[in-house]
């Protein structure tokens, strides 16, 4: 038995003395490297308040019902506060060079590695091999490993996504254009986003929608799908370069844009807007925004179909390995400089246990992280099957979302770099190629 793992048993036996005292709670202990443990009985915490920071409003309700059951038997309150997205990033960069951060925070695959590399999060370590509830094993492998540095765990897997295609019946009934199902490979998606355009032209409305940002959601599906890629495995070089992603892309510029707004339109007016709005049929769209479109004014009318495939044998039928929805999973964690590093790791591991992630799935809140707790999801909006999120992971292929340590310079530079494909579509493999020279850059200053 290692040192680590000695010292991690016997403060869980100190706990399990002083919990025993107090009538129960959870066997967790507090991390190594701390002066002193915590225990979770009530009112047995160095705080009485968490400050927790999340960047999406939908999901509020949902966790502020799970974190104030865990108050009740904590005695600690958690306040969450919902950040935009931008803002986030910024005041948990200023809050990590020197201000103050959250107790509890999100954390996301473009952003764990600089956080987790600078001790900036809290090393869970000792606090998951001494509590019962949580056990790696439990959870998507692909998201675990999001949150690993140098062998030790800094977030604990909070959910899973997958991506679906959105339309609206009201639309595709008007234009008398049929329905799209999950047999739909991407030319039926590009006819039918054609038709509806042709037949809209004078209303204004248009068969789809893809913005230069829509990666996850959108064109990264395509390259994965068409067999290219947007990085290699050991993260030192660009994949846009790539011969299937150049026709991947080519193909999304000459099959698709045609059946979009333009680009300038689309910078202006999200695409989530416009079809909200009513001009847009059909989108790409994540599992994170279900409860966006289920609370819209015209909810009725929207439904869910699996995402398109690639017939890339040309049989006419899916095979598994043909049809592909990029996946991802955000990871709570907590401060290296958490006031009291016990009672927020608690608060995670009540997230994240089995229970609340069956709690968070049949709130709608997400998808679970924890394998086997997603069903309830699907189930949880009244009125909206939402089966193909879960459907496409038995028949089709999920790709991690790529990442690298500087992931979100790289991005940003797609958002503006591929603006002159979008507006001039002969140019896209010149521009895919372009920006594999400033992505390599960007990866080269990684090493």
């Known amino acids: 038995m290692n040192m680590k793992k000695l010292l991690s048993l016997t403060l869980a036996l100190s706990m399990t003395v002083s919990l025993a005292a107090c009538g ?25 308040e968490l400050i927790v920071d999340i960047w999406d409003n939908n ?3 949902g966790l502020q019902k799970i974190a104030d059951e865990w108050s009740e038997k904590s005695g600690v309150k958690v306040r969450i506060n919902v950040i935009n997205w931008d803002t986030y990033w910024t005041l948990l960069s200023s809050g990590a060079s020197g201000g103050e951060m959250p107790d509890v925070f ?13 001790n900036m999060l809290l090393n869970l370590d000792s ?34 996504d997958t991506i679906a295609l959105l339309y609206n019946k009201a639309i595709f009934d008007k234009y008398n254009v049929e329905y799209p199902t999950n047999d739909w490979d991407w030319d039926d998606y590009a006819a039918a986003a054609k038709a509806i355009t042709e037949a809209g032209a004078a209303d204004g409305v248009y068969g789809t929608a893809m913005n230069t940002n829509d990666g996850q959601d959108g064109w990264y599906n395509l390259i994965y799908d068409f067999g290219g890629k947007l990085i290699s495995d050991d993260k030192k070089t660009s994949g846009m370069d790539d011969p299937n992603t150049i026709a991947a892309m080519t193909y999304l510029a000459d099959n698709l844009f045609p059946s979009m707004p333009s680009q300038d339109l689309m910078a202006d007016t999200d695409p989530d807007v416009m079809f909200m709005s009513g001009i847009i049929g059909m989108m790409l769209q994540g599992s994170w925004m279900a409860n966006t479109f289920h609370q819209a004014e015209y909810s009725k009318d929207y439904a869910w179909a699996e995402i398109p495939y690639y017939d890339a044998n040309n049989n006419g039928t899916c095979e598994k390995e043909e049809r592909v929805s990029m996946y991802n999973g955000l990871g709570w964690a907590a401060s290296a400089n958490t006031k009291d590093p016990q009672a927020a790791y608690d608060l995670i591991s009540a997230f994240c246990s089995e229970e609340g992630q069956l709690k968070q799935s049949e709130l709608g809140v997400t998808m679970a992280a ?27 292929t999920l790709i991690q979302h790529p990442a690298s340590k500087y992931t979100t310079q790289w991005e940003s530079a797609f958002t503006t770099g591929l603006i002159a494909g979008w507006q001039n579509p002969s140019q896209m493999e010149a521009v895919c190629k372009d920006m594999a ?11």
Request: charged content about 25%.
């Open 59 to 61: 999901q509020l309700d």
């Open 437 to 447: 020279v400033k992505m390599n850059e960007i990866l080269e200053s990684e090493q």
């Open 106 to 118: 999100w954390m996301h695959i473009n952003e764990a590695q600089k956080y987790m590399s600078n």
């Open 24 to 48: 129960g709670g959870n066997n967790s202990s507090s991390d190594a490297g701390k002066d002193a443990a915590q225990s979770s009985c009530n009112g047995s915490y160095t705080t009485d």
């Open 370 to 396: 924890y394998k086997g707790c997603s069903d309830s999801f699907i189930d949880s909006f009244e009125g909206m099957d939402l089966s193909p999120f879960i459907d496409v992971e038995e028949n089709g």
């Open 127 to 160: 606090y998951i091999e001494a509590d019962e509830k949580i056990d790696l094993n439990n959870y998507y492998e692909g998201i675990v490993d999001i949150y690993r540095y140098e062998d030790s765990q800094y977030a604990l897997p909070k959910d899973h």
